[in-house]
Nanobody, 130 residues
Framework: EVGLVESGGGSVQTGGSLRLSCTDS????????MGWYRQGPGKKCELISN???????YYEDSVKGRFTISRDNAKKTIYLQMRNLKPEDTAMYYC????????????????????????WGQGTQVTVDS
């Protein structure tokens, strides 16, 4: 099956940590940027981090200093290490792949998965209990 496969979500207490993984199966990984979006209950979909093929990174302000994105090109996998989690981090987290070329990241969208120029994973739930 062609797509992005995420894992690593779950439930943690405030201050806890989780690591999300996303593996590319059959999509154009080489030279592609990859990233993570999230959508919390009643909120818009927001880009929280992305990483270029050679490692350049972007972080949304609310996760700077707490989340770390990385990638293993040999494994076609990216990771999101999340530390010091807060209740407001509760959301469905989506892996995303931006194909090489003219496509650009959208900082936000009414709903994750609806931007046709981006490949999306199925999502993994992260719940942070207070």
């Amino acid at each position: 099956e062609v797509g992005l496969v995420e894992s690593g979500g779950g439930s943690v207490q405030t201050g806890g940590s989780l690591r999300l993984s996303c593996t590319d199966s059959g999509l154009p990984f080489d030279d592609a940027e990859m990233g993570w979006y999230r959508q919390g209950p009643g909120k818009k979909c927001e880009l929280i981090s992305n990483i270029g093929y050679w490692g350049s990174t972007y972080y949304e302000d609310s996760v700077k200093g707490r989340f770390t994105i990385s990638r293993d090109n040999a494994k076609k996998t990216i990771y999101l290490q999340m530390r010091n989690l807060k209740p407001e981090d509760t959301a469905m987290y989506y892996c995303a792949l931006l194909p090489p070329g003219d496509a650009t990241w959208y900082v936000s969208s009414p709903s994750c998965g609806r931007i046709s120029t981006i490949y999306w994973g199925q999502g993994t739930q992260v719940t942070v209990d207070s």
